[in-house]
């Protein structure tokens, strides 16, 4: 069991109505989203991974939305195709160099390929599941922190 206590004065307080997305209610008041800065070891490991990698690939998606152009200067300090989510199809152009398009049942042949052919994958505002476009995971053909 649980008690919460809310002052009177907070109870007279004017709120606005709670934001729905995805099927969930956003209700708690002023919150913000919070800013997350990882590990400087982290970052320092995941900058060798991608700079030793000689096919490198990135799979953008919703979260990638409004960092469109942060991607792009990744994509060419890595030399790496961009290939896109269907939630983060509209992060990028597809008549960008180095864009493939979507990926997925919907996707295009040159993401098909670029996911096949990569040796270092860079995942960015996506949690897609890859388990069946990326037999490279399974064959330890990529390499990375998480499996």
Do not use: F
């Not at 320092?44 to 490198?56: F, I, M, S, T, Y």
């Not at 300090?77 to 597809?94: E, I, N, R, S, Y």
């Not at 008549?95 to 990926?103: A, E, K, Y």
């Not at 040159?110 to 388990?131: F, I, Q, R, Y």
């Amino acid at each position: 069991m649980t008690c919460v206590i809310v002052p009177k004065d907070l109870q007279e307080e004017p709120v606005a109505p709670p934001m729905e997305a995805h099927d969930t209610v956003h209700s708690s008041a002023g919150w913000s989203s919070p800013r997350v800065v990882p590990y400087e070891p982290d970052l320092q490991r995941a900058a060798d991974l991608l700079n030793e990698g000689k096919k490198v690939a990135m799979l953008i998606g919703a979260g990638a939305l409004r960092a469109s152009d942060e991607v792009l200067q990744v994509a060419d300090t890595l030399g790496a195709g961009v290939a896109k989510a269907l939630l983060g199809k509209a992060a990028l152009p597809d008549d960008l160099p180095g864009v493939t398009g979507s990926i997925g049942l919907l996707g295009t042949k040159p993401s098909w390929e670029l996911m096949k052919e990569c040796d270092t994958l860079l995942m960015v505002g996506s949690s897609l599941a890859l388990a069946l476009l990326l037999g490279g995971l399974r064959h330890g053909v990529l390499r990375g922190g998480r499996r």
